[in-house]
């Protein structure tokens, strides 16, 4: 098979093997814990709430997630936004630019382990802005005709602090 041709089986094995993860087809025998509720949040200490001029809303599919923004700079955790599957939620944020990471998954582990075994990792390609007095709105019900672009996360995302 040529290039052309295990690209064209990647993009059908991929969502294939992500959308398996996210509907809980995958054996998992950790214990399993309540995910919290959409629209709660894991923020960074340094961060002063009355920064939070603008939004982020998220549009959640099939999987619970986890939607966390980080300082392109210097790699620090800044907000982690919790939506469950199919919620749509939105939360005051701080406006600038982020480098965006997007976990998703069926059963909650908690902030170490995740999703466990369901666990599905990817990075928004490009940087995201988000401007002041803005609402950045990103729907994870993926299509081909989308502008979110990400890569797979092979490793595991790092712990919440």
């Not at 960074?44 to 980080?70: F, T």
């Not at 995201?128 to 994870?140: A, E, G, K, S």
Request: proline residues 7%; positive net charge; contains cysteine.
């Amino acid at each position: 098979m040529g290039a052309g041709g295990s690209r064209g089986a990647c993009r059908i094995a991929i969502p294939a093997w992500r959308d398996i993860k996210l509907t809980g087809w995958l054996h998992d025998t950790e214990t399993e814990i309540p995910f919290p509720a959409s629209g709660s949040v894991t923020v960074n200490r340094s961060v002063d709430p009355k920064s939070a001029i603008s939004r982020l809303r998220i549009i959640a599919a099939r999987g619970n997630a986890l939607v966390q923004l980080y300082d392109p700079g210097t790699g620090a955790h800044v907000i982690s936004v919790y939506a469950r599957r199919n919620a749509d939620v939105a939360v005051p944020v701080p406006p600038g630019t982020y480098r965006v990471r997007i976990v998703e998954g069926d059963k909650w582990h908690g902030g170490q382990r995740y999703f466990g075994i369901s666990t599905v990792s990817q990075t928004v390609s490009a940087p995201v802005r988000i401007d002041p007095h803005w609402t950045r709105v990103i729907d994870l019900h993926r299509s081909r005709w989308g502008n979110l672009r990400a890569s797979v996360d092979i490793r595991s995302p790092k712990p919440l602090d």
